[in-house]
């Protein structure tokens, strides 16, 4: 009995430990939970393009000789800067080669260096401004420039154009070079004179040339000539008179001798 009994012993043991090891076995084989698939986060903006503003100038139109003083000045860089690493942008008034060439006074070979650079500083806006902004400008003059302190800018908008006071120069924008932001040039066809610099005695406008004098003609009598006209036409007349008045006394003569005969 004894025998019978350690076999069943070893038997249930066994299922036993079998039973277990598979449950175990089971639970390790589940696979494991799924997790939330994580939401994207936004792209983020991406950059404005870069803008080459000595590009820009050079094969935008004839502005050769404000691109030359803004590289003698290293003044571009802080265009070009403010273009590219800031978020407000910039806007530049462009004056053309014709308005340098016909800059007769004052002129800026006068100036030092300090001078020209807050002159050409004078020209650009730390701020981007389409064609559709220069109205809210006209409410904000006068408006501050990159040359900072007393050089302001003001505008004016006179039937849809942009109008331009520097306190030297008055000018108007006539055309749009090139407007996305962040950049903005705007073509202007004067120099902007800043008062900080050129003071408020502003030159008077040319008066025109005196037209010549004519000379008198050879053959025009002078006064005199005329005077000896009017004494030599009054001369026959006197004449004349005097013909009469001895006309009238001979006729009394002989009226007076013919009277004496008939009595005598």
Do not use: R
Not at 41 to 68: C, I, R, W
Not at 157 to 185: F, L, R, Y
């Amino acid at each position: 009995m004894k025998n019978m009994e350690s076999p069943m012993i070893f038997i249930v043991c066994s299922a036993l430990l079998l039973l277990c090891t598979s449950t175990a076995y089971a639970q390790t084989a589940k696979s494991p939970p799924i997790s939330p698939t994580p939401t994207p986060s936004p792209a983020p903006a991406p950059a404005p393009e870069y803008v080459n503003l000595t590009d820009l100038l050079t094969v935008a139109g004839p502005f050769q000789t404000f691109l030359t003083y803004l590289q003698s000045t290293k003044v571009l860089d802080t265009f070009q800067n403010q273009a590219n690493n800031t978020e407000e942008g910039v806007t530049i008034f462009v004056p053309t080669n014709s308005a340098f060439s016909s800059l007769k006074k004052p002129s800026l070979s006068n100036l030092t260096q300090d001078q020209l650079k807050s002159l050409l500083l004078f020209h650009g806006l730390p701020h981007f401004y389409s064609l559709s902004d220069f109205k809210n400008l006209t409410q904000l003059s006068p408006v501050p420039t990159f040359a900072g302190g007393q050089y302001t800018l003001n505008f004016t908008d006179v039937s849809g154009v942009a109008k331009i006071s520097s306190g030297w120069s008055n000018t108007k924008v006539s055309s749009s070079v090139h407007s996305t932001d962040p950049v903005a040039i705007y073509q202007v066809d004067k120099v902007l004179l800043p008062e900080a610099i050129f003071g408020t005695d502003i030159p008077p406008t040319p008066a025109p040339a005196p037209s010549p004098d004519i000379a008198p003609a050879a053959d025009t009598p002078s006064g005199s000539t005329s005077g000896g006209k009017a004494s030599s036409t009054s001369s026959p007349s006197s004449s004349s008179y005097k013909m009469i008045s001895w006309g009238i006394w001979s006729q009394l003569v002989l009226a007076l001798s013919g009277l004496l005969v008939l009595f005598l």
